[in-house]
């Protein structure tokens, strides 16, 4: 590491992944005869590469690099695992998905290679900047993937609608980024602002700030960019249709991956840096003690009215719909909420271990549903599942494991992940959100049940056809069941290792 920072193992993942993406292109463009099955090997291998080289890193912990740029710590090795792990199953739910509806493969997996080097380098941000960079990264692939089935109509418009509305909520987050630049300014004690989060946590914290209006207003539009990121009500409105039009593997991929990363941002920026700013920083002042009391007083109440908002309105539009993939789009809203109930408490554990359960609950469902809706996401509706159970058990069964631990039925994922968001908020006092939380899992659950009851107490639908399974693809649902099971039956070891995390970080501190 030179007087810079500059230290390229500490961005190990995100270069592996980088390249990846650029190496699967320039071999896309330079072979004569292409090798379809190349280009998912080399997506795979990268994954298993970039996992291996986060634990390479846990040596690291607690240093910074590129000038406090980059951040290794806990939250960034947690985050990180969880965005690979979520790309490592879209890959192999999308093999033979791609190939099926012949469309261009290489673009595909760069571009999945891409968007999850973006998300990596928003878990390890340190800076304001670095978080904006990576986020822009991830938002644009994001937006080609949704609309990568050119010939379909429904995927060109969300594609559309994804990138209007994307590009609305990044100037919000990037104006509210410059008014806490603006804020951090005092040329009576600091030769210039600041964009550094430590930094910035430092300032807060000594009350060393030229405006506490402008830091409060930066942080509201803040609020509202990453609102939109994890798609929390108010600005939700773009998921429904995004969702129901992107293929459907990319609608996994859009609500798990990109969701984790915005809240791996999210944590960052309000629980260790504005709400935990005070932390090992010193006695401060009365000044600074009103600055973060009136931070953490107004952070605290938008998060808390969202979190209950994007519940309600989540489950109850839900209950409505009859398209299977716009269900699980505002089902994905109200379960935003409910990691929003983790963020209200500053328990960034309790939101990561949330995370990755969702996302392999939530991509096993999306996955079988890509396998039924067959080539062109055509048979989506909810009454297409009729009789299902009866033709094909075994995908119904995992479909109706999916839908139960979504719906926090205990003995799965769903209900350990929901178990430990309440029981860190009501620790903290939060008892009247904690009871909101309760009675919208309660009201989920009619939405999800009925698909079950679709499945294996209706008559068959008219021109099913069993769908073909592909040992990819069999190998991915593998994996999602038994990761469902293990974090509900068996969840100690993970519990263990975030709560060991979190009291690293603290002590740090």
């Given at each position: 590491m030179d007087k810079l920072g500059?230290?390229?193992?500490?961005?190990?993942?995100?270069?592996?992944?980088?390249?990846?993406?650029?190496?699967i292109m320039m071999i896309d463009a330079i072979s004569r005869k292409s090798r379809k099955a190349i280009y998912g090997a080399v997506a795979l291998a990268s994954l298993v590469a970039s996992m291996l080289s986060i634990f390479t890193l846990r040596g690291r912990i607690g240093t910074t690099s590129f000038r406090g740029m980059i951040v290794t710590d806990d939250?960034?090795?947690?985050?990180a695992l969880i965005f690979l792990i979520v790309t490592f199953l879209t890959v192999l739910i999308s093999l033979h998905w791609i190939e099926e509806e012949g469309l261009p493969m290489a673009e595909y997996f760069a571009l999945l290679m891409f968007a999850t080097t973006g998300m990596l380098f928003m878990a390890a941000a340190g800076d304001l900047v670095m978080i904006f960079l990576g986020l822009e990264i991830t938002s644009?692939?994001?937006?080609?993937?949704?609309?990568y089935r050119r010939s379909d109509t429904r995927s060109n418009e969300a594609a559309m609608k994804y990138f209007i509305l994307g590009s609305f909520s990044t100037a919000f987050l990037l104006y509210g980024m410059a008014l806490a630049y603006g804020a951090s300014f005092n040329p009576s004690l600091h030769p210039s602002a600041t964009t550094n989060l430590q930094l910035l946590k430092e300032r807060i914290a000594?009350?060393?700030?030229f405006s506490e209006p402008l830091l409060l207003v930066g942080a509201a539009m803040m609020i509202v960019g990453f609102g939109f990121k994890v798609s929390t009500a108010p600005f939700h409105i773009w998921s429904p249709d995004v969702y129901e039009g992107a293929p459907t593997p990319v609608t996994a991929f859009l609500s798990t991956g990109s969701k984790a990363a915005a809240f791996s941002a999210f944590c960052r920026v309000f629980i260790l840096t504005f709400a935990m700013a005070s932390v090992g920083v010193g006695t401060g002042s009365m000044q600074a003690s009103g600055v973060l009391k009136d931070l953490q007083v107004t952070s605290t109440h938008a998060l808390y009215g969202m979190a209950v908002l994007t519940m309600f309105l989540g489950n109850i539009t839900a209950i409505v719909?009859?398209?299977?993939?716009?269900?699980l789009a505002y089902s994905s809203i109200a379960h935003a909420g409910y990691a929003l109930v983790g963020m209200v408490a500053g328990d960034w554990r309790a939101v990561a271990f949330y995370l990755i359960s969702y996302a392999v609950i939530n991509i096993g469902a999306f996955a079988i549903i890509e396998l039924m809706a067959?080539?062109?996401?055509?048979r989506t509706e909810i009454a297409d599942y009729a009789g299902v159970g009866f033709q094909s058990l075994g995908l119904a069964s995992a479909l109706s494991l999916f839908?139960?631990?979504l719906a926090g039925i205990p003995l799965t994922a769903g209900f350990m992940a929901k178990l430990l968001v309440f029981k860190s908020a009501w620790g903290a006092g939060l008892h009247g959100l904690v009871i909101v939380a309760v009675i919208n899992s309660a009201i989920s659950w009619?939405?999800?049940?009925?698909?079950?009851?679709?499945?294996?107490?209706?008559?068959?639908?008219?021109?099913?056809?069993?769908?073909?399974?592909?040992?990819?693809f069999s190998i991915a649902l593998v994996i999602m069941v038994l990761a469902t099971l293990y974090l509900g039956l068996l969840p100690g070891r993970v519990l263990d290792t975030l709560e060991r995390a979190g009291n690293q970080m603290v002590a740090r501190k």
């Open positions: 500059i230290d390229y193992i500490s961005i190990l993942p995100e270069i592996i992944t980088g390249t990846a993406g650029i190496l939250l960034r090795l947690v985050f644009i692939s994001s937006y080609v993937l949704c609309g000594a009350g060393q700030l719909q009859n398209n299977i993939k716009r269900m067959r080539k062109g996401d055509k839908l139960l631990s009619y939405y999800y049940l009925r698909v079950i009851v679709v499945m294996f107490f209706s008559e068959p639908a008219k021109g099913f056809v069993k769908p073909f399974v592909a040992r990819t």
